[in-house]
């Protein structure tokens, strides 16, 4: 194997305090980077870099970990553009927005379903992100749901299955009877192509009772949990997440006292997506809050067609110092080993020796730039398992 070496970062960003105790991101400056493979082998001050096969200016710009956007549902058809508008005018966001995309999402080809995938992991690829997660939840038959984790496995490694996004419209008058389906038959159909298991816990979704039956049905196959939780109100799904050891409670706009607490002594990740609160007019969760109680905390996209149509995990960034209280440092590493942490991973979200070679080179010379400079494509170039992909 080659080796590389990028030499004349100005700042890189490791993610591993070890490196660099007096910063918890592993800061350090005037750094090299040195891959073989697709890993990371060396890092340190520039001027000790060992000799390698092919050699990287950075040009004294920043670097960081590639973007870990741990929730997204990339398997969909068409859009939303006429409800977007119309709450934009004073609407209020629901769930059942969701069925628009799930008439769209059946009636497509799977080539147009996977073109579709490709084009948004390419729009996160050119911002920064080198790993997705993706789900499917927009088809809502057995048939369906198979197909869209078939076409997400295509894409991604880490897929889940999210047969209970909402009720089926085929099932309005059956919630019941829906639920024994995503636990039974379609649960058998979708568990060999998925990872994870996710239920839409919320008033007008899935109720405590029928979430809990939905993620230990998907256990008992293999899958692990994650929930989306406490979004339009308080619920029980932080607590039910901590409860089953989930790897992440995605969105945590509502919490209580409880939450946080449970939050804080468990080992489930708050995943944020902010935007969501941005594209919906919603109130912004309370990061702050949740890291001063100890809790780790993820930031993702969201990336739907629905309640938010965002590839882009720089923009979440400055949305999260913005609006919900967290230091560019915190946003920063929650955007990438915060969102490894939501999947169980650690060989991604960090540059250090033994992690996958995931690399980002900013136009800028510090990673605060993310959202000191909001909306300004500072992306120069991209390493994805080693290869320089942009």
């Known amino acids: 194997m080659t080796t590389t070496a990028i030499t004349n970062i100005a700042a890189l960003v490791t993610n591993d305090p070890s490196l660099h105790a007096d910063s918890p991101l592993g800061l350090i400056r005037d750094a090299a980077v040195v891959i073989e493979g ?68 059946r009636a497509a080809t799977d080539d147009e379903l996977s073109a579709n995938v490709a084009r948004y992991l390419a729009e996160g690829l050119r911002q920064g992100t080198t790993t997705f997660e993706t789900k499917s939840g927009y088809g ?32 309005a008058d059956d919630p019941a009877g829906y639920v024994d389906l995503v636990t039974g038959a379609m649960l058998d159909a979708c568990a060999p192509y998925a990872r994870w298991i996710d239920v839409f816990c919320e008033k007008g979704a899935f109720d405590g009772d029928q979430a809990r039956a939905v993620l230990t049905a998907g256990r008992a196959k293999g899958l692990h949990p994650r929930v989306h939780a406490n979004q339009l109100g308080h619920g029980p799904g932080v607590q039910l997440a901590v409860e089953l050891d989930a790897a992440s409670a995605d969105h945590c706009t509502h919490l209580t006292d409880a939450d946080i607490d449970a939050l804080a002594q468990g080992d ?81 979200g960090r540059v250090a020796p033994g992690a996958r070679a995931d690399l980002v080179l900013l136009d800028a010379p510090s990673h605060v730039h993310l959202a000191y400079r909001p909306g300004v494509p500072l992306v120069h170039a991209v390493w994805q398992r080693g290869e320089r992909v942009l």
Not at 40 to 53: F, L, N, Q
Not at 146 to 164: C, K, Q
């Open 38 to 105: 697709d890993r990371v082998v060396w890092t340190g001050e520039s001027s000790r870099a060992p000799a390698a096969d092919n050699a990287v200016d950075a040009g004294g710009r920043a670097a960081i970990p590639g973007f870990v956007d741990s929730h997204s549902h990339l398997v969909f058809a068409g859009d939303r553009t006429e409800e977007f508008n119309a709450r934009m005018s004073g609407r209020a966001y629901s769930a059942g927005g969701i069925r628009t995309t799930v008439a769209a999402t």
């Open 140 to 171: 809502l038959t057995v048939e369906d749901e198979a197909r869209a984790l078939r076409i997400a496995a295509r894409h991604t490694e880490e897929v889940t299955y999210l047969g209970a996004h909402i009720v089926s419209p085929d099932y």
């Open 268 to 348: 489930t990740v708050a995943t944020l997506l902010p935007g969501a609160e941005f594209s919906t007019r919603a109130t912004w969760p309370d990061a702050r809050r949740i890291l001063d109680a100890g809790a780790t905390v993820a930031l993702s996209t969201d990336c739907n067609p629905g309640s938010s149509f965002t590839s882009s995990m720089p923009f979440c960034i400055a949305l999260a110092v913005r609006d919900m209280g967290m230091t560019p440092d915190e946003a920063l590493w929650s955007a990438t080993a915060g969102g490894a942490a939501a999947l169980r991973r650690t060989d991604i």
